[in-house]
C-alpha cells in the first residue's frame, strides 16, 4: 500500500473559535468507530476530547461575557432563519411532490456541511454561514430550487443576519473580546493533543490500517483542507501519498 499523509495545515496559527471547532470535529467523527481504532489513537483520542472540552468551556466562559443584550437577538434570529431553512429542506424531501423532492435533494447535498453551523462558537459561525451564503448566491441551480420550495428569501435573510451579527461583533467586541481569550493557557495543549492524534493516525494508517481507520484518515484530512481554505490558502489537492 502506498503511504498516505495528512494535507500540511498550522493548527497553532489558527484563531482559537476555528481551532475549538477543527478538533471537536475531529472528535465527533472519530468516536463512532472508536472500536476499530486500537489502543494508541484512542489514548490520543482521549486526551485531545478531555482537553478540548475544557477550552470549550473557557471559550464560551469568556465569550458569554461579551455577549451583550444587542447581540443575542442576532444570534437567535440567524438560528431560527437557518433552522427553518433546514425543517423545510427535511419535509420537502419527505414530500410526494417528485419536483419539489428533488429541489430538496440538491438542497439537502448542499447544506449538509453546514447543517449544524448554528452549534458553533459565535466567529467560527459567522464565517461558516457567509461561506454558505457566498456558494448559494453563485449557484443559479441553489437558488433555483430554494424559489422552488419558497425559502429563497429565507437564504436573503440568514446572509443579511449574519452579516448584522458580525458589524457589530466586530466593531463592539472583537478587540477587547481577542485580547482577552486570545491568551487562553488552553490553547497550547489542545493544538498539541490535535497534533498527536493525527501524526499517530497518520502513522497508523500506514504500518497497520483497516478500512474504519483509513475512512477515519479522510474524513479528518477534509477538515484539515477546509481549514486551511479558511486561513486564505489554495485549495490543497487529495492527501499525498509515496510509493
Not at 502506498?2 to 498550522?10: A, P, R
Not at 443584550?69 to 431560527?80: G, M
Not at 466586530?170 to 493525527?198: M, Q, W
Not at 479558511?230 to 510509493?243: L, N, T, V, Y
Request: aromatic share 10%; charged share 20%; glycine share 4%.
Amino acid at each position: 500500500m502506498s503511504k498516505i499523509y495528512f494535507s500540511s495545515l498550522h493548527v497553532n496559527g489558527m484563531n482559537i473559535n476555528n481551532v475549538y471547532s477543527l478538533v471537536k470535529s475531529s472528535i465527533e467523527i472519530a468516536t463512532p468507530v472508536q472500536s476499530y481504532l486500537g489502543e494508541i489513537i484512542n489514548a490520543a483520542l482521549n486526551q485531545m476530547t478531555i482537553n478540548n472540552q475544557n477550552f470549550g468551556q473557557q471559550i464560551n466562559k469568556n465569550q458569554k461575557s461579551e455577549f451583550t443584550d444587542n447581540l443575542q437577538p442576532l444570534d437567535k434570529n440567524r438560528n431560527a432563519t437557518a433552522a427553518e431553512i433546514n425543517r423545510t429542506v427535511i419535509f420537502y424531501k419527505k414530500g410526494s411532490d417528485e419536483i419539489k423532492k428533488a429541489f430538496a435533494q440538491k438542497l439537502k447535498l448542499f447544506l449538509t456541511p453546514y447543517w449544524d453551523a448554528a452549534t458553533l462558537p459565535l466567529n467560527t459561525k459567522t464565517g461558516i454561514f457567509s461561506e454558505m451564503a457566498g456558494k448559494y448566491n453563485s449557484n443559479p441551480e441553489l437558488t433555483e430550487a430554494a424559489r422552488a420550495l419558497g425559502i429563497d428569501l429565507k437564504f436573503t435573510a440568514l446572509e443579511t443576519q449574519n452579516n448584522a451579527f458580525d458589524v457589530m461583533y466586530k466593531s463592539r467586541n472583537d478587540e477587547a473580546s481577542e485580547h482577552k481569550i486570545s491568551g487562553s493557557s488552553l490553547k497550547p495543549a489542545v493544538v498539541e493533543s490535535y497534533n498527536t492524534f493525527c501524526i499517530v493516525v497518520e502513522q497508523v494508517v500506514n504500518l497497520t490500517p483497516n478500512e474504519h481507520i483509513i475512512a477515519l484518515f479522510y474524513k479528518l484530512d477534509d477538515y484539515r483542507k477546509k481549514y486551511h481554505a479558511m486561513q486564505g490558502g489554495k485549495e490543497i489537492p487529495p492527501a499525498p501519498e509515496s510509493k
